[in-house]
């Protein structure tokens, strides 16, 4: 009914970058709140950030600065730049959104997570 696709993880040098995305389809009728989380092994699912519908964002202490959460609502796409990337910053990361459908039903949605590595 609704989904989230996730792309562009993947392997990166202590101090690169790299961009994710998350595009959700289906039948949505609006979207609230979207955000990034991760999951490092061994450890509990965390937020990274998330942005409202409004533009309205918040991130958690360890990635300010170096984050940038946006979203295309046009496109019903978020996305999370991330530069000065540390080898902490390794986990999986899940796009998640607050999606109210064509049939007005309230759903929480997650992606299938994709996976950041920074390594030298």
């Known amino acids: 009914q609704v989904q989230l696709v996730e792309s562009g993880g993947g392997l990166v040098q202590p101090g690169g970058s790299l961009r994710l995305s998350c595009a959700a389809s289906?039948?949505?009728?609006?979207?609230?709140?979207m955000g990034w989380y991760r999951q490092a092994p061994g450890k509990q699912r965390d937020m990274v950030a998330a942005?409202?519908?409004?533009?309205?964002?918040n991130y958690v202490d360890s990635v300010k600065g170096r984050f940038t959460i946006s979203r295309d609502n046009a496109k019903n796409t978020v996305y999370l730049q991330m530069n000065s990337l540390k080898p902490e910053d390794t986990a999986v990361y899940y796009c998640?959104?607050?999606?109210?459908?064509?049939?007005?039903?309230?759903?929480?949605?997650w992606g299938q997570g994709t996976p950041v590595t920074v390594s030298s």
């Open positions: 998640n959104a607050d999606i109210t459908t064509t049939g007005r039903a309230q759903l929480n949605v």
């Open positions: 289906g039948s949505i009728f609006s979207i609230n709140t």
């Open positions: 942005i409202t519908s409004g533009g309205s964002t």
